[in-house]
């Protein structure tokens, strides 16, 4: 397990850059089965060893870079917990972070073939949602059992990333976000500027 220092090296940085953007090119071009540490490290101009210096295995690869994805999504939604009231910029910065990475997103969240980056990504909305509804919960007039609207609702918002993702982003984050602000009747659009 590497330590801080070694996470903060860039170098380190880089080539765990290199072998992601690898691995995402080559599931752009093969199915997953077919992929592997000697093409990623061919197409990250790395040799293998240096990949094994980073990762234990493929899923290894996989299971780390869910946890980063998850990560970085956790450093933008942080002050989602310490509000009252849902703030739409949050959602924004969060459809600003996943179009900036697009390809990354469209690849191992879009398609269908590694269930575990969706799988996080529904846990952290979850998670999400349950902290804003045990907010609202002392005032909240919603007859439907909690734990069915955490799953419609993560469901709901993962659904809207997705289908976004697969038709090539045709909508700004900020418009997505209001659109989806007025559907859940949180703030009127012109209020968020």
């Known amino acids: 397990m590497p330590t801080k220092l070694q996470r903060l090296d860039p170098r380190v940085l880089r080539t ?4 992601k953007d690898a691995f995402v090119e080559l ?4 199915e ?13 101009t790395i040799n293998r060893v240096t990949f094994y210096l980073h990762y234990r295995d493929i899923p290894d690869m996989i299971d780390r870079l869910a946890e980063d ?8 939604l942080k002050d989602a917990a310490q509000q009252t009231g849902f703030n739409i910029k949050i959602i924004v910065k969060l459809l600003e972070h996943i179009a900036e990475n697009s390809n990354f997103y469209k690849v191992l969240l879009a398609s269908k073939r590694i269930p575990v ?3 996080r990504l529904m846990e952290l909305i979850s998670d999400l949602i349950t902290q804003r509804m045990d907010m609202r919960e002392a005032s909240s007039t919603l007859n439907v059992q909690k734990d069915i609207a955490i ?3 993560s469901a709901a918002f ?5 289908f976004w993702l697969r038709n090539d982003l045709p909508y700004t984050p900020f418009f997505l976000a209001t659109q989806l602000a007025e559907m859940l009747h949180l703030t009127k659009p012109e209020q968020i500027q």
């Open 158 to 162: 993962i659904g809207t990333i997705v």
């Open 32 to 44: 997953l089965e077919k992929v592997t540490v000697n093409r990623i490290a061919e197409r990250a």
């Open 69 to 76: 994805m998850i990560s970085e999504m956790q450093a933008i």
């Open 117 to 119: 980056f969706t799988e």
């Open 27 to 30: 599931l752009h071009e093969l």
């Open 16 to 19: 765990r850059q290199l072998i």
């Open 151 to 153: 799953w419609y609702g």
